[in-house]
């Protein structure tokens, strides 16, 4: 029996469990839609994204390349609910060549992308003697704990050659938790709100640009205040 085969019976079985006749007209077809659908939904469960990077190209500069409404679908794990969006992606061409990316936003499970911010550019900031940062802010809805979305978000880390030479010092890409709705953490791991986002007018700008009326959990301060107090003058926006 085939994988979709096996799907099709379950199907058939959880309309019956639920009262339903699956012979009847208007669902004798519902179990081979539901595998056909299912087997897309999952079919990237045992994809490695650096396979993905396939359509590599030469573009001729050095300046950021802005992908953007890259259409996504996932499936919550909890509840088989699918979900469906889009995601912008922006990166720098190494020595000219650039490559598709619109084959890695694929199955994110448990975490749905709300909204996506502007992009900045803006100089580097704790060890300025680097190129500019490329800085941007999204929201996500997730079923994850946030010590289980710190260990997706250092995953995907890895997976773009993310290497830890020194602190604060030039990465591929950084991704960090600022926020994790209301609740404050204080772990060894992960500190919620994120310590120095306050200080950092390249994080507050992108993040407010998504809520403007966001504020210091369980404080009554607003992260507007602390980005009003902070100089702006060397944050560019991209798009």
């Known amino acids: 029996m085939t994988q979709e085969e096996r799907i099709e019976q379950a199907v058939y079985q959880l309309l019956e469990a639920v009262g339903e006749n699956p012979d009847r007209e208007g669902l004798l077809d519902t179990p081979k839609r539901v595998a056909k659908m299912y087997a897309e ?114 995953r995907i880390e890895k997976e773009l050659d993310r290497v830890r030479h020194e602190h604060w010092g030039p990465r591929t890409i950084d991704i960090d938790i600022l926020l994790y709705g209301e609740d404050r953490m204080d772990l060894e791991r992960l500190r919620v709100p994120h310590p120095y986002m306050d200080q950092r007018a390249f994080v507050l700008v992108p993040l407010l640009e998504i809520d403007p009326t966001l504020s210091v959990p369980k404080e009554s301060k607003t992260y507007q205040k602390y980005l009003s107090q902070l100089d702006q003058s060397e944050i560019k926006k991209i798009s």
């Open 41 to 154: 939904m999952f079919s990237g469960l045992d994809k490695d994204p650096k396979d993905e990077f396939t359509a590599v190209f030469s573009e001729g500069h050095k300046e950021v390349v802005l992908v953007k409404d890259i259409p996504f679908h996932s499936m919550c794990e909890h509840h088989l609910v699918p979900f469906y969006g889009v995601a912008h992606v922006a990166y720098l061409p190494s020595n000219g060549r650039v490559t598709g990316l619109s084959k890695l936003v694929g199955n994110l499970f448990q975490t749905k992308l709300v909204s996506v911010s502007s992009f900045y550019e803006t100089p580097a900031w704790g060890m300025t003697e680097q190129d500019d940062f490329l800085n941007v802010a999204a929201c996500l809805e997730t079923e994850l704990g946030a010590l289980e979305l710190l260990d997706e978000c250092q």
